[in-house]
């Protein structure tokens, strides 16, 4: 297991417990729980109460379980979400992915460098400008 901190943006609280990334999650159309990511970027397996579910592309927004801040990304994409990842030395970077379910993209952007990760990684290219 990684020794990798995320956080919110807003409050700086760590999101992750584990191996996952715990987020409020919520639709406009009121179903809201909470959702735990695995902190491995490029995994998309979650975990939710059985009870929760999301449609195959159906907008999601993640909220900070700590602050209940937003963490849209309006500055990359409508569809994205950021948190932020402290790695060992404490250099931080900024993780963005797709808040809509099915959608498997992830973004690690730190300096100039952008990593991709996802099979859907190309969806949001045009996002990043020259340093992709
Ligand atoms: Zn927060």
New binding site residues.
Partial sequence: MNKLNYM??????HLRVSNHIIFLTKTTNGKSGLLLVNSELGNYSVLMHPTLSYDLGEHVNFV?P????NLDAPEYDKNLAKIIMEDEEGKESTILFSKINGEKCTYKIAKNEVKAFGDDKSEYRSSFGDIF
Avoid: M, V
């Fill in positions: 919110c943006p807003h409050c700086k609280g900070c700590i602050c209940y801040e």
